[in-house]
């Protein structure tokens, strides 16, 4: 920045300047994403529209007008959906937590929160499996306490799904908002309180508005990993509960449709790209 | 412009963080329209007083009542009280207007009322053409007047400051002293600074509070503060001066004899014979000429600086004792360091007070 303002004297020259040391910046990663990520999407939204008759709409058409695949959507956006609002309800009171705690404490809970992210989620997902099947330490222990007498069945339920879901996507939903709420400047809900404002008031017209971005960044994140979620619904409620990325799986491994599998993956991607855009729409509205 | 009826009453407060006493059985009375300032260094005391007096921390022992009203209490959204704070504590996810219209906006004011009154106070902080910039557009000077605009808006009780004027640039903070005292006296505020900066203390307030170790040692005008120091410490903490220990050799009709390193000198005062004390005398009250009823020393000239309407003479006295005079242009022929000098002054302008273990 400086060599540039000190060689290039003229603002209109240096501000090119910069426009062009910033396209060299993102060249790197622009070519890398194009490569690995835009070039297998203009392959896919490809496949999924060409029959061996040319183009064709018979997969979004099955996909879109069979019950039983709209019961797939509906299956996958309700579990993006119950685990965003729950991660969400759980992270925001804790990230406070996280950022009024000092030293030893702040450390040990920023570790109890990302210690988990190096272990695959696999790993995570079967550890569930143990913790809630009929002989697990779950029902064990309510056995135990007498609360039960006989094992309740909790594995292969849908609360099963959410709980480990939240549990796994925990920390994307913190650490954004964390990010944030550390930032916030503690004489804003002062100086709001001396200004007339109920400690109600404060926390939905200064604190939300100001954790808002956070909490954008916390909700596109976790709901499009849980609405995309495979690993997670396949071992903690299995066949009874088909999401869009179990039925790509099975469309691609089992029934080899790949124009089929393809579709129902763009349709997946569509309904993560609608919100992740709403939710930056809304942080745009209040940047 | 004062009324004499007591408008704010700090009664006794006292605050203790941890072991730390920081508020020690403080009393204060502002009268309506008064503008008064907490001076002092920082931990003395005073930010966490202002803030007591807001709400923002609960006195352990005392009262405060403001506009005849018991607030000790009273959290701070029930007070009425306009804060200005050191960074500002703007909403920096409102525009200008929307800063300066909040306190109104949940005090529910009608609409129309709150556009007024907006425009009204920024009219007054003269930025009304900013009204719709986004906070973080704005220069340090102009959000100082967003927050004061914010501050007045609400038509608080009293405006608290604390070190408000601090963050701004030298120049802009002087300039903003005499517009901000000027504007508080039209609106017939009651307002409180708190500063560690002397100049700022003696621009803007009636009358100024000394604070030292959560006490207030000195309550006076900034003109009687200065020429009537009660404390070595007041002494110290406001103005320039010479001082010079010493020991009480007698003591008549209000004046003592003082045996220093550098001779006998008299200063105002009532000590009891033998007691330490230290001699003390403004700067502009030492001259290079000899008047009756003066003290008198001799010494070397250490250095002159020159700041434009006065000159500082720091003149060494031997054993370990300085003088320092004020000179201003009218005074003929300025010493030159190295010189030898001999400075009077008279004996109703030299106070003594008692030696302190700290400085």
């Known amino acids: 920045m400086t060599d540039v303002a000190i060689s290039a004297p003229s603002p209109a020259a240096s501000a090119d300047r910069e426009r062009l040391s910033a396209i060299g910046f993102a060249l790197p990663s622009f070519l890398i994403l194009a490569c690995v990520f835009a070039l297998p999407l203009a392959l896919l939204l490809g496949v999924s529209v060409i029959g061996p008759d040319g183009l064709t709409l018979t997969h979004y058409r099955r996909l879109l007008g069979t019950p039983y695949y709209l019961g797939v959507i509906w299956n996958s956006l309700r579990l993006g959906l119950l685990t965003t609002l729950i991660t969400f309800a759980v992270s925001y009171p804790a990230s406070f937590a996280l950022a009024r705690a000092r030293g030893a404490v702040r450390s040990i809970l920023l570790a109890t929160l990302f210690l988990p992210l190096a272990a695959s989620v696999i790993v995570k997902a079967f550890a569930w499996t143990i913790l809630l099947r009929s002989d697990g330490v779950v029902n064990q222990f309510l056995m135990a306490i007498g609360v039960i007498e006989d094992p309740i069945r909790m594995i292969f339920t849908e609360t099963a799904l959410v709980v480990g879901s939240v549990n796994i996507f925990l920390p994307f939903m913190i650490l954004p908002i964390f990010a944030v709420v550390a930032q916030l400047d503690p004489r804003l809900p002062e100086a709001a309180a001396t200004l007339g404002a109920s400690p109600l008031v404060t926390f939905f017209r200064v604190i939300v508005p100001l954790t808002l971005p956070g909490i954008i960044a916390g909700v596109a994140l976790v709901f499009s990993l849980s609405v995309s979620a495979y690993v997670v619904p396949t071992l903690l409620i299995g066949e009874k509960y088909p999401t869009l990325s179990t039925t790509i799986a099975k469309a691609y491994l089992l029934a080899r449709e790949p124009g089929f599998g393809a579709a129902a993956g763009v349709v997946l991607l569509a309904i993560a790209i609608l919100v992740v855009a709403l939710s930056a729409r809304l942080a745009r509205e209040q940047a | ?359």
């Open chain 2, 1 to 359: 412009m004062t009324d004499a009826a007591p408008h704010l009453i700090v009664r006794n407060v006292s605050k203790r963080f941890g072991a730390t006493t920081v508020l020690d059985r403080v009393d204060l009375t502002i009268r309506r329209g008064e503008l008064v300032t907490l001076l002092g260094p920082s931990g003395c005391g005073k930010t966490t007083l202002l803030r007591a007096i807001a709400g923002l921390a609960q006195p352990d022992a005392g009262q405060v009542e403001l506009a005849g009203r018991e607030i000790t209490r009273v959290p701070p959204h029930r007070r009425n009280v306009g804060v200005v704070f050191q960074n500002y504590a703007l909403f920096p996810h409102l525009t200008v207007a929307g800063n300066v219209a909040f306190g109104l906006k949940v005090r529910g004011r009608p609409k129309a009322e709150i556009d007024a009154e907006v425009e009204r106070a920024l009219a007054l902080v003269k930025l009304a053409h900013l009204a719709k910039r986004r906070i973080s557009a704005l220069s340090g000077g102009q959000q100082q007047r967003v927050a004061l605009a914010r501050a007045i808006a609400v038509g608080p009780d009293v405006l608290l400051f604390d070190e408000a004027l601090s963050a701004l640039d030298r120049k802009l903070r002087e300039e903003m002293q005499v517009e901000l005292r000027r504007l508080l006296q039209e609106l017939r505020a009651t307002a409180i600074f708190v500063t560690h900066d002397q100049d700022e203390a003696l621009t803007m307030s009636d009358r100024v509070a000394v604070m030292n170790r959560g006490r207030i040692e000195q309550l006076a005008g900034p003109r009687e503060l200065y020429s009537r120091p009660a404390s070595l410490f007041a002494l110290n903490f406001v103005g320039l001066s010479t001082r010079i220990a010493g020991t009480v050799v007698g003591s008549r009709d209000g004046k003592v004899q003082v045996d220093t390193k550098v001779g006998r000198l008299a200063a105002i005062g009532t000590f009891q014979t033998g007691s330490p004390v230290v001699v003390a005398a403004r700067p502009e009250h030492l001259r290079p000429t000899a008047t009756p009823d003066a003290n008198a020393v001799s010494g070397r000239v250490r250095s002159v600086v020159f700041q434009g309407s006065r000159t500082l003479v720091d003149v060494d006295a031997g054993a370990g004792e300085s003088l320092l005079a004020e000179l201003s242009g009218r005074d003929a022929a300025m010493p030159r360091a190295g010189q030898d000098i001999r400075l009077a002054w008279p004996i109703a302008e030299t106070f003594a007070f008692p030696a302190e273990p700290h400085p």
